[in-house]
């Protein structure tokens, strides 16, 4: 069956560390890759994109991998800060299917 | 200025009736979107409209309905609610319907079923 796999748990790390939140997608052919963060009582908010033939994209203190053979994304936030504190979503496309499949997220916990 | 706005924010309502959820973007997107995000925080696909045309309709149950009366607009009509409706609602949009924009999400509809 088709699953995106994020993990349940919480993520707690210190402030000014690197955290590093994993994707996992199985029977799946995404064209695009994207990442969400989502506040409680708000909608999620769109972060970095990257395309099956990309490794690698960054943005500021963001930095997401894409390796299709692992079937697998890499989402890093470095130094981090208590203000990224959040749930983050992933989210596949496949190629012309006019809709974004998503993960049911991980918490981010980042501790002063 | 607000780019995509929901109304209302909170729902809550008796088995059986019907309600509506409107959902606005001012970014002149063309593509508009409604997930459904369950108790597990799990977000589903619902329905698509693009310029005013469905293109995408999961195996949502009839009782749900869109409609879209322009691009900027997609509401979303429940008859006969349920227990098992209660979720939050997320309407998106997006540029087009070409996978390399992201979405824009709304701030959410809280649905309590009673």
């Known amino acids: 069956s088709q699953k995106i796999e994020q993990n349940s748990e919480a993520l707690n790390i210190q402030e000014g560390k690197t955290a590093t939140l994993t994707c996992n997608y199985t029977n799946y052919s995404p064209a695009y890759l994207q990442w969400y963060r989502q506040d409680p009582g708000r909608g999620p908010v769109f972060l970095l994109l990257?395309?099956?033939?990309?490794k690698e994209k960054r943005k500021e203190r963001l930095k997401v991998t894409f390796d299709t053979t692992l079937k697998q994304s890499l989402f890093h936030i470095t130094a981090s800060q208590p203000a990224d504190s959040a749930t983050y979503l992933c989210?596949?496309?496949?190629?012309?299917?006019?809709?974004?499949?998503f993960g049911s997220g991980t918490r981010l916990l980042v501790r002063p | 200025d607000t780019a995509v706005s929901q109304t209302p924010k909170y729902l809550v309502t008796q088995m059986g009736n019907d309600k509506s959820i409107k959902c606005e973007q001012n970014?002149?997107?063309?593509?508009m979107y409604w997930y459904k995000q369950d108790s597990k925080k799990f977000l589903k696909i619902m329905f698509s409209y693009n310029n005013k045309e469905l293109i995408i309709n999961e195996t949502v149950p009839n009782r749900f309905s869109p409609k879209s009366p322009d691009k900027a607009h997609l509401n979303l009509h429940i008859n006969s609610l349920e227990l098992g409706d209660s979720a939050v609602y997320f309407c998106?949009?997006?540029?087009?319907?070409?996978?390399?924009?992201?979405?824009?999400f709304g701030s959410g509809t809280r649905l309590t079923v009673v």
């Open positions: 990257i395309r099956e033939n990309e």
């Open positions: 989210a596949l496309e496949m190629d012309s299917s006019y809709k974004l499949i």
């Open positions: 998106a949009s997006r540029k087009g319907t070409r996978e390399e924009y992201g979405y824009t």
């Open positions: 970014l002149g997107h063309d593509t």
